[in-house]
């Protein structure tokens, strides 16, 4: 039921059901412990769910590699299990917390944000479920999408508290009037702020300056970056896209991820020339583009540089946050062997700052690839204080799968977050325009190459999330625990008393 908020069954309000029933599979806090329990309601649920989400998994394989649909369902199978991890971490939480007198409702939330901090390849968050109403999301600026999912988190535990009290008998049909009353207007207030706040948002953004960017979607093929022979191609469909943009407008052209076809070294300041040429035959600029950098022994970078009218290159960003097994291997500096096994991607080094590009009116910050679906990636993007976010994407290894949606909507948490318009270049994937409210403005996949013109707002300042994170938020539910544990005891003391 929780899944059932992916594509295509689209449907948020499952992932509310799933939630509630989620809590309701949770041990009773009385009695003897049951962590075990807990540890398994935390394992099949997550497995459970991301079977359903990543049932996607398997085609790739089976079309990008020799393994056959054995070895692909097997690769889905752990890879679930891989991805429950987070949810059996939170489901232990809320049950320790239960156990020490903290509020069912309240544990379970505190469950839930804790499993939000969990690393993960595929980090979906119930805020991120429910990106499809943006109503419901706005408080991100304030807690980011962590805290909404705490809150939603909190009132599909109210409603199973609510359940659990009906199942008593007895007096307890009116007493489950008051959790599911609570539950009910926790989320109707989320709503309400987050129609009024998203009315607040759009304001300010008729009356920002908006510029007129050109979002690029070549589709390409997956190989196609890897293969010497098809570099010229890719550059004249490129061109040949980027000059129709202008032709209409466009201040400012967007290519996806590792578009640019040739390695270039990453400190080079001026652009290629003759057929190399960032700006081909006759395209004005500026243009910003994923590219693979090389740099010192060997170094490659998965990068952004922006290629201005005078031919000049600017100081090109190197993603920060790079994927597990794509581009890196997780704890292969502590287990060399893991690099050796899984090679793929290894001469890849991640960046260490932000860059901000300048292009006219605009200032943008670049969020390379999964970086989107990242709270810390959106926030260190805004340590440059851009006006506007640039996602690049190459998602052609996905072509035709539920995973450019899946990762579009948590880009929109990024843009709420932050408070900025976000145009995203993606091949192959859901090229998109998404405004500072998360309301998705354009949306474009194919069936044929195009450029779409976005006018986004180019708006300033930054929100209490972009400048302090979730520690004030998680200070507070913290707080909040310890305070229902202290005073269970004192109840427990005073009856014991």
């Known amino acids: 039921m929780f899944a059932l908020t992916a594509p295509p069954t689209d449907a948020p309000l499952g992932l509310l059901a799933g939630l509630v029933g989620f809590a309701l599979c949770m041990p009773p806090a009385e009695g003897e412990p049951r962590a075990r329990r807990a540890v398994l309601v935390g394992l099949m649920f997550g497995l459970g769910a991301n079977l359903v989400a990543l049932r996607f998994v398997p085609e790739v394989i089976t079309r990008f590699t020799p393994l056959g649909q054995a ?37 379970f939330a505190c469950g839930v944000y804790v499993a939000t901090f969990v690393p993960a390849i595929f980090p979906w968050t119930p805020a991120g479920g429910l990106a499809t109403w943006p109503w419901m999301i706005q408080l991100a600026d304030v807690v980011g999408e962590r805290g909404v999912s705490l809150l939603i988190a909190a009132a599909t535990g109210l409603f199973a508290d609510a359940v659990t009290t009906l199942r008593r008998g ?58 010497a022979e098809r570099s010229a191609m890719m550059m004249e469909r490129l061109t040949s896209l980027t000059l129709a943009a202008e032709k209409r407008g466009a201040e400012l052209v967007v290519w996806p991820e590792s578009a640019y076809p040739y390695p270039i070294p990453h400190a080079l300041r001026r652009s290629p020339v003759g057929p190399r040429a960032v700006l081909g035959y006759g395209v004005r600029g500026p243009v910003l583009t994923g590219a693979y950098t090389t740099g010192a022994g060997g170094a490659s970078y998965n ?12 100081r090109p960003y190197a993603k920060r946050h790079l994927l597990w097994f794509g581009e890196t291997v997780p704890l292969s500096d502590t287990f060399p062997w893991l690099r050796r096994v899984f090679a793929r991607g290894t ?36 340590e440059v204080e851009p006006n506007l976010l640039v996602n690049v994407t190459n998602d052609a290894w996905f072509a035709g799968s539920a995973e450019g949606e899946l990762h579009l909507r948590l880009a929109v948490l990024r843009a709420v977050e932050a408070r900025r318009d976000m145009v995203r270049a993606v091949n192959a994937g859901p090229t998109s325009w998404v405004d500072a409210a998360g309301v998705v403005r354009l949306r474009y996949v194919g069936p044929v190459p195009a450029a779409p013109l976005t006018s986004p707002a180019l708006l300033e300042g930054k929100t209490f999330y972009s400048r302090h994170g979730d520690g004030p938020f998680a200070a507070l539910v913290a707080l909040a625990a310890v305070t229902g544990a202290l005073r269970a005891r004192r109840r427990r003391e005073a009856a014991a008393g």
């Not at 690769?75 to 903290?102: D, E, M, N, T, Y």
């Not at 001469?347 to 999964?370: K, M, S």
């Open 71 to 107: 070895p692909a369902t097997l690769a889905l199978v752990l890879l679930s299990l891989a991805q429950a991890i987070p949810w059996l971490l939170g489901a232990l939480s809320a049950h320790v917390l239960a156990r020490r007198g903290v509020a069912r409702w309240l544990a």
């Open 170 to 227: 007895g007096t307890a049909p009116r007493a489950s009037v008051v959790p599911m009353a609570i539950g009910v207007a926790l989320l109707v207030g989320m709503a309400l702020h987050g129609a009024a706040r998203s009315a607040s948002v759009e304001r300010a953004r008729r009356e920002a300056p908006h510029a007129r960017v050109a979002v690029v979607q070549p589709l390409f093929e997956a190989f196609d970056r890897w293969e």
């Open 303 to 314: 990068a952004a540089i922006l290629a201005r009218s005078d031919g000049s290159i600017a």
């Open 347 to 382: 001469g890849i080094l991640p960046g260490d700052h932000q860059v901000l590009f300048e292009a006219g009116a605009v200032r943008a910050a670049v969020l390379n690839c999964y970086e989107d679906t990242l709270p810390v990636a959106g926030r260190e993007a805004m």
